[in-house]
């Protein structure tokens, strides 16, 4: 399987616990992203890299939210003090740049509860 | 402000017919449109796009219509197959191949 895999799939946590997911993209991609869905919303954008760097950051990523992608390869998306509104379907997704248009390709997400 | 809108939260077709999804957007710098299907617990998977230059672009059963005077696309799905049903994102295109999603329309293809 060559597509963006993402784990773990499922994680429940304790208010106040910190978690954290991992993003393997499709392998010659150079640009990764992270999204965000709740329940009834379209995906939300949180950040992206190009890779190593880290380009942007949505104001919807708090402080209490940091994303890596050390080697330009995976990237993790940590998320500490976990609070009940951070229950949600954390997506990576990934992405070639050389011409525009590129489609950008999505994992099968991870869901986070918040207990 | 919610710059793409997807204003039907459910459509029901019959099996054999066209479905029509729509979508409308504000923001006159996206310069690309993507349409995802996706089912439950699992990711967006990627359908059909189209350049903010074109009008159409048709891949199978699936059509893409874009009006980009009044700001609206539409996915057209002929013949609609009970395996097509779904929520079906329509997501626009910004600087850095960042998207904005609208909130979906979940498809129902009955028999």
């Known amino acids: 399987d060559t597509g963006v895999s993402q784990n773990p799939r499922h994680k429940i946590t304790k208010r106040g616990q910190n978690v954290t997911f991992r993003c393997d993209p499709i392998s010659e991609h150079n640009r990764l992203y992270w999204y965000r869905q709740t329940l009834g919303q379209g995906p939300e954008f949180l950040t992206y890299?190009?890779?190593?760097?880290?380009?942007?950051k949505s104001r919807l990523l708090s402080d209490r939210f940091s994303a890596e992608r050390p080697k330009g390869s995976f990237s993790t998306l940590e998320i500490q003090r976990t609070e009940q509104g951070d229950s949600a379907m954390y997506l990576c997704?990934?992405?070639?740049?050389?011409?525009?248009?590129?489609?950008?390709?999505f994992g099968e997400g991870s869901w986070l509860t918040v207990v | 402000d919610q710059q793409v809108k997807q204003n039907s939260p459910s459509l029901s077709v019959q099996e054999g017919r066209i479905s029509i999804l729509n979508c409308d957007y504000t923001?006159?710098?996206?310069?690309?449109f993507l349409w995802y299907k996706k089912y439950p617990a699992e990711g967006p998977t990627f359908l059909i796009s189209i350049s903010s230059i074109k009008d159409k672009n048709e891949d199978g059963r699936f059509t893409v219509f874009l009006n980009k005077s009044a700001k609206h696309l539409s996915l057209h799905i002929v013949p609609s197959q009970p395996g097509d049903s779904a929520v079906y994102f329509c997501?626009?295109?910004?600087?850095?191949?960042?998207?904005?999603f609208g909130t979906g329309t979940q498809l129902k293809v009955e028999l």
């Open positions: 997704a990934s992405s070639l740049i050389i011409q525009r248009g590129n489609t950008i390709y």
């Open positions: 923001n006159s710098m996206f310069d690309y």
């Open positions: 890299f190009q890779n190593e760097a880290q380009l942007e």
């Open positions: 997501a626009a295109r910004t600087e850095g191949n960042k998207l904005t």
